[in-house]
C-alpha cells in the first residue's frame, strides 16, 4: 500500500477545512449503512452486497475521520492508507480493509461475486474500525 503522503503529493487528496455537520453526516450515514449490513440474513446469494455493505460503512467512517482531521480524499485507496498514519490500526487490518477495498470493486464494476467467508470477513473488520473510531468523535452523534 502507498504511504498516505504520495496521495497527498498526487492531488488525491487535499487539506480541507473541518466541516463538523459533514461528518456528522457522514458518521451517521456510516452507521445506518452497517446496521443494515448486520440486520441482513447472510446468503450466497446477498453475500457480495452485504460486503459492498461493511465497506461502504468502513469507508465512510474513514472518510469521516479524514474530514475530522482535515482531509478530503478522492480516491478509496488514500481512505485506508490514512488510518495507516496512527497506531490504532495493525498492518493486518489495513491489509484486510485494502483487500475488502479490491473485492468491492470487483463485484462493483466486474460482476464478480464473493463468498459468504469474504462477507464474514468484512463484518469483523468493520467491528474494529468502529470500535477504535467512533470513540474518537467526541461530540459527534455516535449512537450504536
Not at 497527498?8 to 446496521?35: C, F, M, P, W, Y
Not at 446477498?46 to 465497506?55: S, T, V, W
Request: aromatic letters at 14%; glycine letters at 6%.
Amino acid at each position: 500500500m502507498r504511504p498516505f503522503e504520495d496521495f497527498v503529493n498526487t492531488g488525491q487528496v487535499k487539506k480541507t477545512s473541518i466541516d463538523k455537520n459533514l461528518i456528522k453526516s457522514l458518521i451517521e450515514q456510516a452507521q445506518r449503512r452497517l446496521h443494515r449490513a448486520e440486520n441482513e440474513t447472510l446468503t450466497e446469494d446477498n453475500c457480495d452486497f452485504i460486503l459492498e455493505d461493511y465497506y461502504e460503512a468502513m469507508r465512510t467512517l474513514a472518510d469521516a475521520w479524514l474530514y475530522f482531521n482535515g482531509y478530503k480524499s478522492y480516491s478509496h485507496e488514500a481512505t485506508v492508507a490514512y488510518l495507516g498514519k496512527g497506531k490504532e490500526f495493525t498492518p493486518m487490518f489495513l491489509e484486510g480493509f485494502d483487500r475488502l477495498r479490491r473485492l468491492r470493486h470487483g463485484t462493483r464494476y466486474y460482476g464478480k461475486r464473493v463468498i459468504i467467508a469474504d462477507a464474514k470477513e468484512a463484518q469483523k473488520l468493520a467491528k474494529i474500525l468502529f470500535d477504535k473510531l467512533k470513540p474518537k468523535f467526541e461530540g459527534y452523534d455516535t449512537r450504536k
